[in-house]
């Protein structure tokens, strides 16, 4: 099993540039999540997903949409680039446990984002 | 509002004890982890303890809860420069898959 992997590794654009990041797992897990993680902090939930075709806002969900049109794919857009949106992007994924998300979350190894 | 807070940075000698420390505020918190970051990969599921339980040992590693001060920590015994990384403490309730809430990693660097 490849686990949790992610589309491009590295992407530099301009400000105003519109890009998707993808993200894949292949371990039939139900809930999925994008996280950015910046420096001195700690990840922050942008969006998750419950089951396909279902999405949520996370903590920090503006200027990002998701699509979840396969169980195997979260995918996150960024429609009109902005430098704030520098950062490392990861995407988890986790099993469904007594009905509930489990504890635990499979992260994938990140996208770096630059927005110039 | 729900925060969970570490240190920064920790250096250590091989060979010695590593103690990283992490204190949250959400009392209701069910579930306590440490996650591990390697460079350049994601975050890897190291240990949890449950909120009902104060210790927690699994090989080199001894998780310790201290729920009266809301005070989280990982010891790692015999260090070793494998265990340089970053370490996230993190904490959520059972019953939310969007609420995990995850502190600012404490870098841990193995000195020889």
């Known amino acids: 099993n490849a686990g949790v992997t992610q589309t491009p590794k590295f992407r530099v654009l301009k400000t105003g540039q519109s890009m998707t990041l993808l993200c894949a797992q292949d371990?039939?897990?139900?809930?999925m999540y994008w996280y950015r993680q910046d420096p001195g902090m700690g990840l922050r939930l942008i969006h998750y997903s419950v089951g396909e075709g279902t999405t949520a806002k996370g903590e920090v969900p503006d200027g990002y949409n998701v699509s979840r049109l396969k169980k195997q794919n979260f995918l996150l857009g960024l429609e009109s680039a902005a430098p704030s949106q520098t950062s490392v992007y990861f995407c988890?994924?986790?099993?469904?446990?007594?009905?509930?998300?489990?504890?635990?979350?499979?992260f994938g190894p990140g996208t770096r984002l630059t927005v110039t | 509002g729900e925060d969970v807070e570490q240190s920064l940075f920790l250096s250590v000698r091989e060979g010695d004890s590593s103690v990283i420390n992490c204190t949250y505020t959400?009392?209701?918190?069910?579930?306590l982890y440490w996650y591990k970051q390697e460079p350049g990969a994601g975050l890897q599921l190291l240990t949890y303890i449950f909120s009902n339980m104060d210790m927690k040992q699994d090989q080199r590693l001894t998780v310790l809860l201290n729920k009266k001060d809301k005070h989280l920590s990982l010891r790692i015994a015999d260090t070793q420069t494998g265990d340089s990384a970053i370490y996230f403490c993190a904490e959520s309730m059972s019953s939310s898959a969007s609420k995990i809430i995850f502190g600012s990693g404490t870098r841990l660097s193995i000195r020889p």
């Open positions: 959400d009392s209701s918190s069910t579930y």
């Open positions: 988890a994924s986790s099993y469904i446990y007594s009905g509930q998300a489990s504890y635990e979350q499979y």
């Open positions: 371990m039939n897990h139900e809930y």
